[in-house]
């Protein structure tokens, strides 16, 4: 399958400050990537459908200018998440996948928001 | 939409027996059901999976089951080490692509 990288793994930022995360697809040319958040003990909740070139697609009750999300090239997409606050504070993992393939999964960010 | 079901939330069993867990969907037009393996603080790992034109998936100890009819699929897992223990979630692939994923089972293994 998929090897996908996430930067960083770890990040703890001060309450109205941004943070930057880094989907990277390091074997698999990715025109579509995925970003979930997931809290302690929940499932995954899908915040964006990430594509290459063209404007990502966000899920109802997802601020699009909260969460930033740029696909600027096949391996490669970002989620910034903008003026953070303590309730952003998540677990977020990116995917990438094909149309009609399984998804595979980073290894996740862990942001927590002071 | 469709709507994924997991059951049980939690599951614990002996080391050596069985594990079972099973998911419904709605959408009988979903035709792509993966299992994913969460460890704690990691991302999901795919460890199988099974489409709509399958009954029946086997990797080593580990198996899937997909009754259409009734819009379930398991994930059974035999001969249960410790390192089976983590979170495990199934989900749906609609046509459009998107994934729906259960709400996760807690497996602890003990040996």
């Known amino acids: 399958g998929a090897v996908v990288s996430q930067h960083p793994s770890w990040v703890i930022c001060k309450s109205g400050t941004s943070v930057k995360i880094e989907c990277r697809s390091l074997?698999?040319?990715?025109?579509?990537m995925f970003w979930y958040r997931q809290f302690p003990k929940q499932s995954l909740m899908l915040m964006a459908t990430s594509n290459e070139g063209s404007k990502a697609t966000y899920e109802q009750g997802v601020e699009k200018d909260k969460f930033l999300i740029n696909h600027a090239s096949l391996t490669l997409s970002t989620l910034t998440v903008t003026s953070a606050h303590p309730e952003d504070s998540s677990f977020y993992i990116c995917s990438v996948g094909q149309h009609q393939e399984t998804q595979y999964f980073g290894p996740g960010t862990r942001l927590l928001v002071l | 939409g469709e709507n994924v079901e997991q059951h049980p939330s939690t599951l614990s069993v002996q080391e050596g027996d069985s594990a079972v867990i099973k998911c419904t969907y709605s959408d009988s037009a979903s035709n792509y059901f993966p299992w994913y393996k969460q460890e704690l603080g990691k991302g999901p790992q795919l460890i199988i999976d099974i489409r709509s034109n399958v009954g029946e998936k086997k990797d080593q100890r580990i198996a899937v089951t997909l009754n259409k009819t009734a819009k379930h699929f398991s994930l059974h897992i035999t001969e249960t080490q410790p390192e089976d223990s983590a979170v495990y979630f199934c989900a749906a692939m609609d046509t459009g692509n998107q994934f729906y994923f259960g709400t996760g089972t807690s497996l602890t293994v003990i040996p």
């Open positions: 074997d698999f040319q990715a025109t579509t």
